[in-house]
């Protein structure tokens, strides 16, 4: 068995790793003695463990690379696996996929406690570590999507720099000069939307792009939800389904006692739907007052995971959502809520009206720290934001 495992693991380490870090790379503390990186299909959990093994001075038999989804491995245990390896001499594992794995926050304790030896490991990311004990002695990583700064790097192979949300609250007019001095950004972002949310679009047309896409979707569905949530592969089509109406309707109108009549599922199970597909990247859950870890509270807002899936899901896709979603996938690490007065508030602090060029001022124009965030300008004024600069905050 070791063997196998072995020569798989060659033949992943001798491939050609991409160059290109993402910003996340760099946030790593890879002294760490267990890594997890959770996040979407497609985001690029895969390339960051090969991007670390590969940058580790150690020699190639003390480094293993195992994606537990090979057909090789599943009768074998992570600890079975990490004793074997432990006494070959191994120093650093990397598991690939591991929600594959059952008791995998019980092996990994274990792992933890009994063997010297590094582990990075990357998940679905509706996985999540129940064990308080696991969680004291893991450090866990969500991947997000790329932003349209890493997009562009990608895309132009050109360095820009990445904003805090204070400094392009504060500092955007100078900031989009700077930038629009260089490329204009509104050609790209248009770009973007359509096909950058996730790295291979570098390996993609557009059409394979889709397909490419679509596949993300249904092994999301597919390979991990129904897995980890238990759901009856029965109801993979209403799952499917409920991605659709949610992505051709307005942010925020949908009715959840229609949608179940709709989709012909109960209420309860329809709660428990939205929430997979929420923990599987697929969407977006907005609440202006979430009660603990309630499933059963109807959420104020439900939108895309990205703007990329529209482009999949829709015929006809609804601008106002597409350009929510951008927004608030750019956010993915502050504190963002419903807001009740403009769109959303960030930290409890930043309230944000989003729109066309047309959009005014009025539903928040008593409001502190309010801002207006507007599609299709190159550079803003006062408290107008290009939307496109979010996309500079990581």
Request: one cysteine or more; glycine letters at 4%; a neutral charge.
């Amino acid at each position: 068995m070791f063997d196998k495992i072995k020569y798989y693991s060659s033949l992943f380490l001798s491939s050609k790793v991409p160059e290109y870090k993402r910003s996340i790379y760099h946030k790593i503390d890879f002294k760490e003695k267990i890594i997890g990186l959770k996040g979407a299909k497609g985001v690029g959990k895969t390339t960051i463990i090969h991007q670390y093994l590969n940058s580790v001075d150690i020699p190639l038999n003390e480094k293993l690379y195992v994606s537990l989804d090979n057909p090789i491995v599943e009768e074998y245990s992570l600890l079975d696996i990490v004793e074997i390896a432990y006494k070959k001499g191994v120093k650093l594992i990397a598991f690939d996929e591991i929600h594959h794995k059952k008791d995998f926050e019980r092996e990994l304790k274990s792992i933890y406690d009994f063997f010297d030896i590094q582990v990075v490991f990357s998940g679905s990311s509706a996985i999540a570590l129940s064990s308080s004990d696991l969680s004291r002695r893991a450090v866990i990583y969500d991947i997000p999507v790329l932003s349209l700064r890493e997009f562009l790097e990608l895309r132009l192979k050109d360095k820009f720099d990445y904003f805090d949300l204070e400094s392009i609250l504060n500092n955007h007019e100078k900031i989009a000069f700077d930038i629009i001095s260089k490329i204009r950004p509104l050609k790209y972002f248009e770009e973007y939307i359509k096909f950058g949310a996730y790295p291979f679009f570098l390996e993609s047309s557009q059409d394979t792009y889709i397909l490419k896409l679509l596949e993300v979707i249904n092994k999301t569905i597919e390979s991990e939800l129904l897995y980890l949530f238990n759901i009856d592969i029965k109801n993979i089509h209403s799952l499917k389904k409920l991605l659709v109406v949610l992505c051709e309707n307005p942010p925020g109108s949908f009715n959840i006692t229609a949608l179940s009549r709709e989709i012909g599922i109960n209420l309860r199970t329809l709660y428990n739907y939205i929430e997979a597909l929420h923990k599987g990247k697929l969407i977006h859950l907005l609440y202006y007052n979430k009660k603990g870890n309630a499933i059963l509270q109807k959420p104020d807002k439900v939108l895309l995971d990205n703007p990329n899936l529209f482009n999949v899901l829709c015929q006809d896709k609804n601008i106002g959502a597409t350009r929510e979603s951008f927004f608030v996938s750019q956010l993915n690490e502050y504190n963002i809520r419903y807001s009740k007065y403009g769109d959303y508030i960030i930290d409890d602090k930043y309230v944000f009206e989003i729109g066309g060029k047309r959009k005014t001022k009025r539903q928040i124009k008593n409001i502190k720290n309010s801002y207006l965030v507007i599609d299709d300008e190159e550079i803003g004024s006062d408290n107008r934001i290009p939307l496109w600069l979010f996309g500079f905050l990581y």
